[in-house]
């Protein structure tokens, strides 16, 4: 007799056996259903039988990966059932026979909110649950496996902004993992909260995880590091914490009710800041195991090579997901790998794939999920809501290999993030090539940070000339260039860009300006964007133009 433990898995089970197994789930079923009708909020579990109840949750959807990994074509084909209308459509090609393909996704954040896990969450994640907790638990699975300890009560520390909604961005939130309150990471500003958060995770000198939902909250929270430590430690040696703007005063208070003196750490932490930052974070929590940042790529992936070689130096960064247009589309089972590859999963969202390079896109089809090629890139078309039907997500992917049928992917590109004054088109990774080889001919400079403008957003500030590009940098170790100097970075263009250099020498684009800013400029501007989401590498809306402009030292 065989026994169905998820679509498409059966296993071998006694004839005596079934009788009991279906009896005895029932039961559990009918009784927690009972319990969870009865009380007015789900009752709270002890946090060693929820992490227990939250590994074997884990287990099995990680199993039925597996399994939906067998035939692709029939979980997409079903998730696209899910997302429709009753009737709308027959399948796939009739779907994209009956929709055009859209132009745009509507703007997400960080993703869903992964849903509480109470009892009830619990007792649904048998069966199907929200991709966002499908992913969490799929998260919680292979952070576990890589690291045994990572999981221990109090251990981790979460430096992530996320105002007016305290929330876990990398993962789960499980009430007794984290060191710090959440009130702390919901302040209205975004460097209160990343200070408030650095300084309760400084208490715990036994810290496993360090988490982030973005790589530049990460490192601007080892920034404050960096410039603060001494008052930090003076905060810590007498249990305060110290006003500053936007933390409400009434707030301070009852967090600062939580800290108690120690001398003995403060010293630990002026030690360790006086030998230096390279390798900061293994030296000052020496249990530490990995490093998590829900998002790294992108204009995340300058944060994340700093953080690897400085103060980062030596541990394990872990990306665990994907996420485009604010759905979670794949996440990432190697934590140990030092690249980030994300497995697309089948049930999450429908996911069509135009070839790159582009030919006519007016006759061109997408492709499935199932008839990738490994090596090749692709635009990704994406159906993740209902109501929303194959939006161009900006975002591009190469396909790394597969994991069954499933493909595992790398994310390339984001085309909002393209430069372009003529059509030339100069993607936002080959332009930060450019110019990290344009820094490393200024001796003694360090790219800390960069963003780039189209002198057309600056009107008639830009003066009469042709159009251009417009970029501003934050450095370390150099505080002003010469003319020549700025000039490399045009040369550099010019050199790897072949339609640059002849519309520049036509005259049709004019030459680059390079701005330098003083320290902190980028946060300053990451505050101003209001919400937690990725670094733009191209600035579109003139407010933040007007914020990157008045930090101009050179």
């Not at 993740?384 to 997500?393: L, N, T, V």
């Not at 370390?476 to 040369?491: A, W």
């Amino acid at each position: 007799m065989l026994l169905a433990t998820a679509p498409g898995m059966l296993l071998p089970v006694a004839p005596g056996f079934l009788l009991p197994v279906a009896t005895g789930l029932l039961l559990a079923v009918a009784v927690a259903v009972a319990v969870c009708a009865v009380l007015p909020g789900p009752p709270p579990l002890p946090p060693r039988l929820l992490l227990a109840a939250l590994r074997r949750a884990a287990r099995w959807h990680r199993r039925r990966l597996e399994v939906l990994g067998t035939d692709v074509r029939h979980s997409q084909e079903r998730r696209l059932r899910g997302l429709l209308p009753p009737g709308t459509a027959q399948g796939s090609d009739d779907f994209r026979e009956r929709h055009p393909l859209m132009e745009g996704c509507a703007d997400g954040e960080q993703g869903d909110t992964v849903p509480p896990l109470s009892l009830w969450a619990l007792l649904r994640g048998c069966w199907g649950c929200e991709p966002p907790l499908q992913g969490s638990l799929l998260y919680l699975d292979a952070l576990h496996a890589a690291f045994p300890q990572a999981l221990a009560p109090r251990s981790t520390a979460l430096l992530s902004w996320a105002p007016a909604r305290p929330r876990a961005p990398a993962g789960w939130p499980l009430p007794t993992l984290y060191c710090s309150p959440p009130e702390a990471g919901a302040l209205p500003s975004r460097m209160a909260a990343l200070r408030v958060q650095l300084l309760f995770a400084l208490r715990a000198r036994s810290l496993r995880v360090l988490e982030a939902g973005l790589a530049s909250e990460l490192h601007d929270a080892l920034a404050i590091l960096r410039s603060g430590w001494p008052e930090l430690a003076q905060d810590l040696a007498l249990g305060r914490l110290s006003p500053q703007n936007g933390l409400p005063e009434d707030l301070r208070g009852r967090l600062q009710e939580l800290l108690v003196p120690d001398a003995a750490r403060a010293a630990e932490l002026r030690a360790e800041c006086a030998r230096g930052f390279e390798g900061i974070a293994q030296r000052l929590w020496p249990r530490l195991q990995v490093v998590v940042v829900g998002t790294a790529h992108g204009g995340e992936r300058l944060y994340l090579d700093a953080l690897r070689q400085a103060e980062c130096k030596g541990l394990p960064l872990y990306c665990p997901f994907y996420r485009a247009a604010g759905a979670l589309l794949g996440v990432n089972l190697w934590p140990e790998e030092p690249e980030p590859r994300f497995l697309l999963c089948p049930n999450w969202a429908f996911c069509e794939f135009l070839p790159c390079p582009a030919k006519d896109e007016e006759e061109q089809r997408t492709v499935l999920l199932g008839e990738l090629w490994e090596g090749r890139e692709y635009r990704l078309v994406l159906t993740a809501q209902p109501g929303e039907y194959r939006c161009r997500s900006g975002e591009v992917l190469r396909v790394a290999g597969f994991n069954k049928q499933c493909p595992v992917v790398e994310p390339v590109r984001r085309e909002s993030q393209v430069l372009s004054v003529r059509g030339e088109s100069i993607p936002e990774e080959r332009f930060c090539q450019s110019l990290c080889r344009a820094v490393s001919m200024w001796p003694g400079a360090h790219l800390i940070d960069y963003v780039c403008v189209e002198s057309s957003l600056l009107g008639a500030s830009s003066g009469v000339c042709a159009p251009h590009y417009e970029v501003f940098v934050e450095l370390r170790g150099l505080r002003d260039l010469s003319e020549g100097q700025r000039y490399k970075l045009d040369h550099c263009l010019q050199e790897d860009f072949p339609v640059y250099k002849s519309f520049r020498f036509k005259g049709s684009i004019g030459p680059l300006r390079l701005h330098l800013v003083g320290a902190g400029a980028f946060a300053q501007l990451r505050e101003a964007l209001g919400s937690p989401v990725p670094m733009p590498r191209v600035l579109r809306e003139e407010r933040l133009l007007a914020v990157i402009q008045s930090t101009v030292i050179s």
